[in-house]
């Protein structure tokens, strides 16, 4: 009678054992599941990713933090008429900033609007940082030579009108997103040059909107 017992107390544990091993096996499962799903949304988070790589993301990414945040954008909105649209922040821009080769090299808004120059990226800083500050949806974007991951040119996308809309408040372009098709760098888009648009903590890869 007390073997009986010992044998079914073994078994009990046997299978206890067995549900065990198969609940710590579904939940490996759902980890590697929900890591799948994750990590493509952001790259720089990927596995064996490239430190020039991630170094070139996490950069963009700062820049985003810093116009999303609540410092930057109250000290926007003081500059700027609070019925402004996507477009007339386009245009307002145009009266605020010139067109230098050799600027500041400031990535903080108001500290380029102060020095009132720079290229492309100052330009779309500024832009990007006005749209936010008056609650629009806006991104950075930035072509990048993946051989060296220095960037080759920046501009803004809008969400306007339910779809991503590309801005280029430097050369005063609204919409033409195969125009750097004709670019130097342009025949390189898709193989060594990638476009990469980035928001607040997370980017995306946007290189097949810029490509035939």
Known sequence: MNMGRKVHKTKRRGHSKK??????ILIIITLVAAAYVWFPKNESNS????????????HYLDIMKNLNSTETK???AIQLN???????????????????????????????LNSGDGICMQW???YVSACLALGYQ??????????????????????YNGTWVH????????????????WDWGSSIGSQVKIYAFEDSTFQDVTSTYSR
């Open 74 to 76: 109250e000290k926007m």
């Open 138 to 159: 806006s991104r950075l974007v930035v072509a990048v030579d993946t051989l060296s991951w220095n960037f080759i040119h920046a501009w803004a996308e809008d969400y």
């Open 82 to 112: 609070p019925n402004f649209n996507q477009t007339d922040l386009f245009a307002w821009e145009q009266s605020k900033l010139t067109f230098a080769n050799d600027p500041n090299w400031f990535e903080n808004p108001t500290q380029i």
């Open 167 to 182: 801005v280029d408040p430097s050369d005063k372009v609204w919409n033409n997103p195969l125009r750097y098709l004709s």
């Open 19 to 24: 549900w065990a091993i198969f609940a710590s």
């Open 47 to 58: 596995f064996n990713v490239d430190p020039a790589f991630k170094a070139f993301t996490d």
């Open 124 to 126: 779309s800083i500024v």
